[in-house]
């Protein structure tokens, strides 16, 4: 049974430029959270997804948007890209019973803005 | 004030110590409450998850909440060299609709 699934692992951009983000929830969730990890600190909450419908949304600029698609399967868009944008992004599957067991991680995409 | 506050360390043991981890918070509608393990450059791990007020004992883990204090704690019995990792607390409300992290604790448990 796969768990949640995120692509690519590693990317570089220059600032300016946009980057798209991939994640594959676990098999059986209807609903993706993304995450921003700057080095040093804890996961900042971005977006949650369920059944392709916005949930929530941290404090991040309009340059970050986020869909999720009829599979569940989610993407994050940056545009725009910042140096302060560097960062691990993570992505998290949440059960349909999230009150009986919690979200689990993605490996992340470690992104690095030049 | 963030919502969540957690001492970075970093904390340095000697193998087999106990390890006490500790998280305060300022929003009384917290009610769920977690623990995740992370190793450099990787996703986090859930280690452990409880609700409300209380203990909850999982092997070598213990995870402690006190919501009248808004404070929560991880214990850690017998370290090992493997438990050398960031812990970052995490919390949220009834909702579920956004988890609020710590900053992480750098832990190493020197063999």
């Known amino acids: 049974d796969a768990g949640v699934t995120q692509s690519p692992t590693h990317l570089i951009k220059t600032r300016g430029q946009h980057v798209t983000l991939r994640c594959s929830p676990i098999?059986?969730?209807?609903?993706v959270s993304w995450y921003q990890q700057v080095l040093g600190q804890g996961p900042q909450f971005i977006f949650q997804?369920?059944?392709?419908?916005?949930?929530g949304r941290g404090n991040f600029p309009d340059r970050f948007s986020a869909r999720q698609f009829p599979n569940y399967s989610s993407e994050l868009n940056v545009n725009a890209l910042l140096l302060g944008d560097s960062a691990l992004y993570l992505c998290?599957?949440?059960?349909?019973?999230?009150?009986?067991?919690?979200?689990?991680f993605g490996p992340g995409t470690r992104l690095l803005v030049l | 004030q963030k919502e969540v506050e957690q001492d970075p360390g970093p904390l340095s043991v000697p193998e087999g110590a106990i390890v006490s981890l500790n998280c305060t918070y300022s929003n009384s509608a917290f009610q769920y409450f977690m623990w995740y393990r992370q190793y450099s450059r990787k996703g986090p791990e859930l280690l452990m998850y409880?609700?409300?007020?209380g203990n909850k004992e999982d092997g070598r883990f213990t995870a402690q909440v006190d919501k009248s204090s808004k404070y929560i704690s991880l214990f850690i019995r017998d370290s090992q060299p493997s438990d050398s990792a960031t812990y970052l607390c995490?919390?949220?409300?009834?909702?579920?609709?956004?988890?609020?992290f710590g900053t992480g604790t750098s832990l190493t448990v020197i063999p």
């Open positions: 995490a919390m949220t409300s009834d909702t579920g609709n956004q988890f609020y």
């Open positions: 409880t609700y409300s007020s």
């Open positions: 997804y369920y059944e392709k419908e916005e949930r």
């Open positions: 998290a599957s949440n059960p349909p019973s999230w009150y009986q067991e919690t979200q689990y």
């Open positions: 098999s059986g969730h209807k609903s």
